[in-house]
């Protein structure tokens, strides 16, 4: 819907139409894989409509009784092509199983869309919104997909060979406001919570979620320090919180290997520290200083990876 009045240009009067891209989720998709190409999937994509209604057979029959089945046909196709829903809809029928979990659609209906250019009609939209029912489950799985995909994943060390497996030490990280964060999840979800981990293999429990316990009295940021174990830095792995018996909402980030996370943060660089250049890196006396000790470098043969053996001749 047009929200903006004509301008007049050198080429003529211009306003906006607002026909091509009336759900421009495919543009933000192609734009975010270039902003950040290194991040295979959005956290959470949530899409808002501009309200919707049910077909009108009767208004659209009355016209076509004057146009031939050619034109029909193509005034049909255009009215498709710039359908907010169906484009929607097409974007979710290309997603897979997993996926679809981290896709939303808010959208409100109404009797009869309004005209494109009809701003009159703007105060009735707004009361529709505020008077539309919106599902329980539907409300609480964008609240919660937006507050949980504040935490990602922070490693103290680089990975290092143990028994069989790779231990790895870090502390999840809540990039928003930490304080307003847990008390919108602590209000939202009454059961406890729990982080946990998930491999092709298995599910494990990582730690509690114990709220403002986890925040820092010092600096006032989140941490909550974790161990997992994998078999390979370049196996995927999950981290969620899982807000009950059977849901979980994965963190920031994931599905990812630790590897990724490695190379992000930089852990296996032979010069300087990892937090060079990262506006607001700093140290905190009181939460950091067990971290400092888990950063000091291990033992070559525990270190990651592993020494190759030599092969015999």
């Given at each position: 819907?047009?929200?903006?009045?004509?301008v007049d240009l050198e080429i003529g009067p211009s306003w906006d139409g607002g026909l091509l891209h009336n759900c421009p989720i495919g543009i933000g998709l192609w734009e975010s894989k270039h902003i950040w190409p290194e991040q295979s999937s959005p956290d959470v994509v949530l899409s808002?409509?501009?309200?919707?209604?049910?077909?009108?057979?009767?208004?659209?029959?009355?016209?076509?009784?004057?146009?031939?089945?050619?034109?029909?046909?193509?005034?049909?196709?255009?009215?498709?092509?710039?359908?907010?829903?169906?484009?929607?809809?097409?974007?979710?029928?290309?997603?897979?199983?997993?996926?679809?979990?981290?896709?939303?659609?808010?959208?409100?209906?109404?009797?009869?869309?309004?005209?494109?250019?009809?701003?009159?009609?703007?105060?009735?939209?707004?009361?529709?919104?505020?008077?539309?029912?919106?599902?329980?489950?539907?409300?609480?799985?964008?609240?919660?997909?937006?507050?949980?995909?504040?935490?990602?994943?922070?490693?103290?060390?680089?990975?290092?060979?143990?028994?069989?497996?790779?231990?790895?030490?870090?502390?999840?990280?809540?990039?928003?406001?930490?304080?307003?964060?847990?008390?919108?999840?602590?209000?939202?979800?009454?059961?406890?919570?729990?982080?946990?981990?998930?491999?092709?293999?298995?599910?494990?429990?990582?730690?509690?979620?114990?709220?403002?316990?986890?925040?820092?009295?010092?600096?006032?940021?989140?941490?909550?320090?974790?161990?997992?174990?994998?078999?390979?830095?370049?196996?995927?792995?999950?981290?969620?919180?899982?807000?009950?018996?059977?849901?979980?909402?994965?963190?920031?980030?994931?599905?990812?290997?630790?590897?990724?996370?490695?190379?992000?943060?930089?852990?296996?660089?032979?010069?300087?520290?990892?937090?060079?250049?990262?506006?607001?890196?700093?140290?905190?006396?009181?939460?950091?200083?067990?971290?400092?000790?888990?950063?000091?470098?291990?033992?070559?043969?525990?270190?990651?990876?592993?020494?190759?053996?030599?092969?015999?001749?």
């Amino acid at each position: 819907m047009s929200l903006f009045p004509q301008v007049d240009l050198e080429i003529g009067p211009s306003w906006d139409g607002g026909l091509l891209h009336n759900c421009p989720i495919g543009i933000g998709l192609w734009e975010s894989k270039h902003i950040w190409p290194e991040q295979s999937s959005p956290d959470v994509v949530l899409s808002l409509g501009t309200a919707t209604s049910d077909p009108q057979p009767n208004t659209m029959s009355r016209m076509s009784r004057f146009l031939p089945q050619w034109m029909k046909s193509l005034c049909s196709l255009y009215l498709s092509s710039i359908d907010g829903e169906k484009l929607w809809q097409d974007i979710r029928n290309r997603l897979d199983e997993n996926s679809t979990q981290d896709y939303f659609r808010l959208n409100v209906k109404v009797g009869q869309v309004p005209e494109l250019d009809d701003i009159t009609q703007m105060d009735d939209l707004r009361r529709a919104v505020q008077f539309q029912h919106l599902g329980k489950s539907k409300r609480e799985g964008v609240v919660s997909a937006l507050l949980i995909s504040s935490f990602y994943l922070e490693l103290d060390c680089l990975p290092y060979y143990e028994n069989g497996f790779y231990r790895c030490e870090g502390v999840i990280r809540c990039r928003n406001n930490s304080y307003a964060v847990v008390h919108a999840l602590t209000k939202l979800f009454s059961s406890s919570l729990e982080f946990t981990s998930e491999t092709t293999s298995e599910r494990g429990l990582l730690a509690v979620f114990k709220g403002e316990e986890d925040i820092c009295s010092w600096c006032q940021r989140y941490g909550k320090q974790i161990v997992f174990y994998i078999r390979h830095p370049r196996d995927t792995i999950t981290l969620s919180l899982r807000t009950d018996e059977l849901n979980y909402r994965k963190l920031s980030g994931f599905p990812q290997t630790v590897e990724w996370f490695i190379k992000q943060q930089r852990l296996d660089a032979q010069f300087g520290t990892a937090d060079h250049h990262i506006p607001g890196a700093f140290f905190c006396s009181k939460c950091d200083i067990t971290r400092l000790q888990n950063r000091k470098r291990k033992d070559y043969e525990a270190a990651w990876p592993p020494l190759k053996r030599q092969r015999q001749v």
